[in-house]
């Protein structure tokens, strides 16, 4: 069964930097596009970057361009994102997205907090 692995949060100061892993098993990784969503306490969960199947198209969100880099390693079936001049409004669980069609899978999140 499809299953999606979330790693890599923590703690940070704001102007700090993480990487957050998303292990994936279950499907072919390579042929899909992988998502990352946040939801911070109280707000809705949010877009934040999305990469095609062979890693050629990237999108972000407005708020982390410039800051937020995601990328695949499709021998590892793993998604990455680089998170660099972390802001405290950074701060939510951050998720990993797997979406073929009408079904819709989701790891279980990992909590980044960017705070002094």
């Known amino acids: 069964q499809v299953q999606l692995v979330e790693s890599g949060g923590g703690l940070v100061q704001p102007g700090g930097s993480l990487r957050l892993s998303c292990a994936a098993s279950g499907f072919t990784f390579r042929r899909y596009i992988m998502r990352w969503y946040r939801q911070a306490p109280g707000k809705e969960r949010e877009f934040v970057a999305s990469?095609?199947?062979?890693?050629?198209?990237?999108n972000y969100a407005d708020s982390v361009k410039g800051r937020f880099t995601i990328s695949r390693d499709n021998a590892e079936n793993t998604v990455y994102l680089q998170m660099n001049s972390l802001k405290p409004e950074d701060t939510a669980v951050y998720y990993c997205n797997y979406k073929p069609g009408l079904d819709d899978y989701w790891g279980q999140g990992t909590q980044v907090t960017v705070s002094s």
């Open positions: 990469i095609t199947g062979n890693g050629g198209t990237t």
